[in-house]
Structure formats: structure tokens, C-alpha cells
């Protein structure tokens, strides 16, 4: 597969602010609707696995195209519009950031509960997507946010972020149950981020022997590896060395593992107290002792309407978000009354688009869009997160659509 380039997501503070995050919300669960309307919920899911589609889909909404927030805030502004309608539309979106990601598996297991799903089976994927991505592949992210968008006939999507604070910036993982063929053996469908270089993942695909020599440790008797690690000087090129090694911690780590008698990796994953520090320490013993490496290079790649709310590369255009709310819904509510012409109208337009780009291939003026967009800025109604004078007119419009 030809690499197709490299972007960062830059760490951004502040907070949305409402009058972007409610039209966020109305937009998002309209695109979403349109969505399911035309293709169905395993095309949903597909998308948001997608990190392209979701890079597009938080810029459509109005979010800055590089900053970290954009995970935060798409997924926030699709809870809270899809949620109240997952009966209906047959999309659940559970976790967020946080705290809220905590919640995930009592909020899987409810709606296991209403829909029949198989709520122990959905926990331990939700566990197992973070344990891997928090402790399995060691590229100096923590995650913060952890997604799990569930339809009503039991696929899943996983969009979680880690951030690294040495470095400011994050990291976003994406999952897709179809393509999720073992937990442990290359099961992203991508990771989105900067190159890390060589790192530990535990779940590449030439990792198996790695994996392997993990479950030998934790059957071996506890004091056996105690000894071995106390005798080991590790390799200065090792990210974990001597002496970051709490002998307590991976001693009580190792007789729990030895009382489950573990029969595969991904189990031991979600072993309790197994953090990435631990897991680094038992895999570097492994190495050692086993001659089965567990470094190689980052997986971290990119598979990667309505401006920005910091002003890129355009203030917000409220009137023409409005507008564009305005024709979702009443296509949506068209389609809904029997009339699929509204909702066809957008696919005829794509096709159309398509064909000038394909017969033409224009070349736009990057500079001069941008620039004859800030100069109708205010005619359009404009805004961005450092006004200090509100548009009134903007909120008065986007009430209408509330009624």
C-alpha cells in the first residue's frame, strides 16, 4: 500500500463554545441519519472507523482540521443528538472522555439488556481495544478517550485518542469489528499520528513469538522471573532500563498471572494491575530470555465546508451552517413522509461534482477561496471562538430549527 503522508494532531485547550457545539450536534446527527437513510448502520460504523471520514466529518461540523479536539468534539456532539434516538435510529454511542469513558461498560451492558446483545462479549472487546492500545503497543500515549458506537445488531466501532505529554500532541486509534480478526494480531484499521520510529507492539503481526514468550513467564513460578530480572543488565537502547523496574508491582502482577493460568495473550491483557509500564518490563524479560523480540516500527500511519472555530481557515459561516441544517432536515423529513427525491437531490449533486472534477480537474486558488471567504465573513456570519460580541442574528436562526 503506497504511504500517503504524515499529520500531527496538536494538542488545543478551551472548550467549544455553545453556539458552535448545538449546531455540531443538529449537523452531525443529520449527516449520521442521511447516512443510515442511503447505506445503512454497517456503513456508519465503516466510516467512523475510517480516520479520513472522520477527520471530513469533524471539519464539515466545524471543528479546526489538525487539532486534537476534533475527537473530543465530534463524538460529544454525536452523543448527545444520536443518543436520545438510538431506538430508532439503531446507533448507540457509549464512553467519551474521561470519566465518561469509564462508564462504558455499565452503558454497554444496559443496552444489552434492552436489545438482547451479548453485553459480556461487548465489555471485553471495549476493554480489550484500550488495553491494547494503552498497554500493548508502547508509543508514549495515554489514552484519555475511549469511544464504542454499537448498532442494534451488535458491530461495533472503536475511535479512541491518547496524548503524550512530552510531546503535545495525540494520537487517535481506529476499530471496526468486521475487520477485527484476532485482538492481538494487527487489529486497527489504522492509527493517526506522528511516526514513532522503532517502539514496543506487542500486537504486530511478528509479534506472535513475543506474545509466546509472555504467557511462558507468567506460568513460570513467580520468584523463578523475580531472580532472572534481578540478574538481567538490560540493553542501554531499551526504552524501560534496570532501574525503572518496581520489582513489587511486577512480582504481584506475576503470582496473579500464575494463579489464572493464562492460555492466550489477549486474556492476559486484560489482566488486573497490568499497566504498560509492567507489560514493557515482562516483554523486555522475554526478549532477553527468549530471544523473541517485541520492538518494531510504529503502526501509527494515516489512512487521512463550514471553516474553523479558531478562524481556519475561515471564521465559522453561522448563516450558511444554518442553511445547510435547514436542507439535511428537510430532506430527512421528506424521506421520512415517503418522498426520497429530497434525500436523492444530495446524491445527484455529489455525482455532479464529480464528473466537472473528472473532466476538468480544476485547480483552486487555495489563497484566494480563503481570502474571499474572510472578506464575506461578515455578511455570512462569521464567528469564532475570540468574539467578543456574539452574533445575534446567527442564534436567532439557529432557535428556528429548534421548534
Known amino acids: 500500500m503506497k504511504r500517503s503522508g504524515i499529520a ?28 443510515l437513510y442511503h447505506y445503512g448502520t454497517g456503513e456508519l460504523l465503516s466510516r467512523l472507523s475510517d ?49 465518561h469513558s469509564r462508564k462504558t461498560p455499565d452503558e454497554l451492558r444496559a443496552i444489552a439488556d434492552k436489545t438482547g446483545l451479548d453485553g459480556i462479549g461487548l465489555v471485553r472487546a471495549s476493554r480489550l481495544t484500550a488495553r491494547v492500545d494503552n498497554n500493548a503497543i508502547a508509543d508514549g500515549f495515554q489514552l484519555y478517550l475511549h469511544a ?3 448498532s442494534s445488531g451488535g458491530e461495533w466501532s472503536v475511535v479512541q485518542q491518547g496524548m503524550n505529554d512530552r510531546t503535545g500532541m495525540a494520537r487517535r486509534y481506529h476499530w471496526h469489528s468486521p475487520s477485527v ?63 525503572d523496574l518496581d520489582l513489587k508491582r511486577l512480582g504481584a502482577v506475576l503470582a496473579l498471572a500464575y494463579e489464572r ?74 424521506a421520512r413522509l415517503g418522498d426520497p427525491d429530497k434525500m436523492d437531490g444530495f446524491k445527484r449533486l455529489d455525482n455532479f461534482v464529480r464528473r466537472i472534477e473528472s473532466q476538468l480537474q480544476p485547480e483552486a486558488d487555495l489563497p484566494g477561496v480563503i481570502a474571499h471567504e474572510k472578506k464575506i465573513s461578515n455578511s455570512i456570519g462569521g464567528r469564532t471562538v475570540f468574539d467578543d460580541h456574539p452574533s445575534r442574528t446567527g442564534d436567532k436562526q439557529m432557535s428556528l430549527f429548534r421548534k
Open 8 to 35: 500531527d494532531l496538536p494538542l488545543h485547550g478551551g472548550r467549544v463554545p455553545p453556539w458552535l457545539a448545538e449546531r455540531m450536534t443538529t449537523v452531525g446527527t443529520a449527516i449520521v441519519e442521511s447516512v
Open 51 to 99: 480516520p479520513f471520514w472522520f477527520q471530513a466529518l469533524g471539519c464539515v461540523m466545524g471543528m479546526d482540521w489538525h487539532s486534537s479536539g476534533i475527537t473530543t468534539s465530534v463524538l460529544g456532539a454525536l452523543k448527545r443528538g444520536v443518543n436520545p434516538r438510538s431506538q430508532e435510529l439503531g446507533i448507540y454511542i457509549c464512553g467519551g472522555r474521561g470519566k
Open 148 to 150: 464504542f458506537i454499537l
Open 181 to 243: 480478526q484476532d485482538f492481538v494480531r494487527d487489529p486497527h484499521i489504522a492509527i493517526v499520528g506522528e511516526h514513532q520510529g522503532v517502539i514496543m507492539n506487542l500486537v504486530d503481526a511478528q509479534a506472535a513469538p513475543a506474545q509466546s514468550a509472555l504467557l511462558k513467564i507468567v506460568r513460570e513460578r513467580p520468584e523463578t522471573t523475580l531472580d532472572t530480572v534481578r540478574k538481567l543488565s538490560l540493553p542501554r537502547h531499551h526504552d524501560v532500563r534496570a532501574s
Open 261 to 334: 493460568e493464562f492460555q492466550d495473550f489477549a486474556s492476559l491483557l486484560l489482566l488486573e494491575k497490568l499497566g504498560p509500564r509492567t507489560l514493557q518490563s515482562l516483554a523486555l524479560v522475554g526478549e532477553v530470555v527468549h530471544g523473541a523480540p517485541s520492538r518494531f516500527s510504529d503502526p501509527a500511519r494515516f489512512s487521512f465546508a463550514h471553516g474553523g472555530k479558531d478562524g481556519h481557515p475561515f471564521p465559522v459561516p453561522l448563516k450558511t451552517y444554518d442553511q445547510s441544517i435547514a436542507v439535511l432536515r428537510r430532506g430527512l423529513q421528506a
